[in-house]
């Protein structure tokens, strides 16, 4: 019997290592598709009941407890989330560009777009670059924060505008708790993280207090400098609606990608 060379077995590995990553990253895309899409049906039928047969709000509740006694391993059914179904499927059911952007998405990033926006063109912005950039939960709070549509608008410079993720690992784009109970599993699962990293922030960045800070340092630190105000969200909203309105709707459709070549 013969025996691989250590560099031969490491190619291979690398190789298999390679393939079972994407094999992960479509089965995750594939149960939030079929999440979201479960998520949107369900909607519009309450949509359908509730507004057309006009069973009234109460059906909702009811239907909650029903739901949640029947699959008692998903939270999904809340009777918060139901009425977050419904108005998901309403908001969007007349804009079928932008269906297959929320299947693209998870639950939680679609209720932070949905709950923080305002129009329905800032709302197709940021599902465009939630997409393209794989921003986490927590950089699209940041970034609406930040008034990254208002600013983008004003601009018209995506390319310096829309921060470039720099989370390698797209399998972060799909950590919701509803993909994992959605599947029914029966075992306890913990996520496997890595060692905290520290920062440091500085309003300006002084090299020699930065080599002070890290010299006594144990864990990994990253030093950045910080501006302790924005411009004011409401200043940008007002400059925003003194632009004169796009001719057609085409000139809304390439936010995220306007100016980027291959992006």
Request: with cysteine.
């Amino acid at each position: 019997m013969s025996h691989p060379s250590k560099s031969n077995y490491q190619y291979f590995l690398s190789q298999l290592k390679r393939e079972i990553v994407v094999a992960r990253q479509k089965a995750y895309q594939t149960v939030n598709r079929q999440l979201i899409e479960l998520y949107l049906n369900v909607g519009k039928g309450l949509h359908e009941k509730v507004e057309k047969s006009k069973w009234g709000g109460a059906v909702v509740e009811r239907l909650s407890r029903d739901l949640q006694r029947s699959f008692p391993d998903m939270k999904g059914f809340s009777q918060q989330n139901l009425w977050r179904m419904k108005q998901l499927y309403e908001v969007y059911r007349n804009h079928e560009k932008l269906s297959p952007l929320v299947r693209e998405l998870s639950w939680t990033h679609n209720t932070i777009i949905l709950h923080h926006t305002q129009t329905i063109e800032e709302k197709e912005f940021y599902l465009k670059t939630c997409v393209h950039e794989k921003w986490s939960k927590r950089e699209l709070e940041r970034q609406l924060e930040s008034s990254l549509f208002e600013r983008y608008m004003l601009s018209r410079k995506t390319d310096k505008l829309v921060p470039r993720s720099k989370e390698s690992n797209t399998l972060t784009h799909f950590k919701d708790e509803y993909v994992f109970d959605f599947l029914g599993l029966k075992d306890d699962f913990c996520e496997n993280e890595n060692p905290s990293v520290g920062m440091i922030l500085c309003k300006s960045r002084n090299d020699e207090v930065v080599r002070i800070a890290m010299s006594k340092a144990v864990s990994r630190l990253k030093v950045a400098t910080y501006k302790t105000k924005l411009i004011d969200q409401k200043l940008l909203k007002q400059k925003l609606h003194l632009l004169p309105m796009p001719e057609s709707e085409d000139k809304n459709t390439n936010f995220a990608h306007q100016g980027r070549g291959n992006g």
